[in-house]
């Protein structure tokens, strides 16, 4: 239904008003980027008209271009369209926090009573519904983005490469990038990406929004990017430093430092894209965690609220704890240089990138090169899906039908058809899936 025509337009909200959303939203931002994007859609644009339909969704995909966390990006954007500066910082600080301080108080009890019965039961309760999360993930992904064959080539070859051969994850993103131009300069018709459906929104309507896509993009200049790199290359240094000169074993703590920045560089197309490769580099090249806690710290993110990329800190946690002999004093700063070195980036990104992406949005080069990291998108998710599920339905022995944990996979199968068929919430099925392994612990034991 069409709005009325001379509808007034929405005054500038309020910056408390918008705090007060951020935090709230930090709390509740449950079920992964879909979960996020949709409360945030419900509130800022059905309920206070904040910004537009069209701008929120262009918004998205600007920030779809840019490495990390889309729906943390989304947040930091539209805070910094609706009260600048420190509207986006207050926005991006609020969005992780609290998963943050959960995620803090689950590693310090994993890491205290982990290897209890209780717990282990627990986990391998949980762990088969992780692995249906992101089964589901797959094919919700794969619907939007394997468009033609050479999507479902670039998603193939993410797999391949990833898995079997393990090149490293910014190798594949070049020679993505490097596949859209290519096949952009010299067979455009070969990659026609599907054309975004226009909003339910008549364009005549959008001065309605405080914010709005008649709005001329953010101006920006030679002299603002580089005061901009110049406090980002201080706000990294000056903790990098510190932590070089005054913490125990300095070079332990720079190469967690240089790490995760290297990680929330990497994040392209979401969490899932970089989950994999730090997992391989803190499980077999570094040695910083078991696999089993590697897979155990995934199951933890996923009952927080927040990107799944808060995983990142929970590596940082047990890196910490482990390398210092048990000390939960160390663990706890390893989240917190996890965390600082890994979200630092999405601020600055957004800052400084968001003025000229909005300005190029539409290029046609850009668009190809997206659809097809989407594409790849899947393939890393599916190569992630076998890394989780060598440990969850094989307890990490050689695949094959003897090796086969019947519980896990039916409990796998439950939960992919209580996500498809039934549409249960993930936070729902997480539950559910605690209280199976709380079941079979008592069973176990009665």
Known sequence: ??????????????????VQFWFILGWISFGGTT???????????DKKKWISTSKFYHALNACMVLPG????QLAIYIGWKLHGLKGGIIAGLFFILPSMCILLGLSLIYALYGNTPLLTSVFNGLKPAVLAIIL??????SQKSLLTPLHFFAASMAFLLSYFIHISMPYILFGIIILGITVNLIFPKLLIPKARNKENEDLIHEDVYFVNSNQSSSETSVKKIMLQLLVFA?????PFLYVSNFLIDPIFWQNSSLLFTKAAFLTIGGSYTVIPYAANLVTNKLMWLTKTQMIDGF???????????????????????????????MGSIGLLIASYFTFLPNFILIFMGAPLIEKTQENKMIQTVLSLITAAVVGVIVNLAFYLGEEILFNGQAISVAAVNWISLLWVIISVVLLYRYKLHMIYLILISLLFGVLKYLLHFA
């Open 299 to 329: 199951a933890l993110a996923e009952t927080t609220p927040g990107p799944l990329v808060i995983v990142l800190s929970y590596i940082g946690f047990m890196a910490g704890y482990n390398h210092f002999g048990g000390s939960l004093v």
């Open 136 to 141: 589901f993930a797959t094919w919700k992904v």
């Open 35 to 45: 979960g996020h994007i949709t409360i945030m859609h419900s509130f800022l644009v």
């Open 1 to 18: 239904m069409q709005q009325i025509i001379n509808e007034k337009k929405v005054s500038k909200p309020s910056f408390s008003e918008a």
């Open 69 to 72: 966390p889309e729906a943390h």
């Open 234 to 238: 201080a706000l990294w240094l000056a």
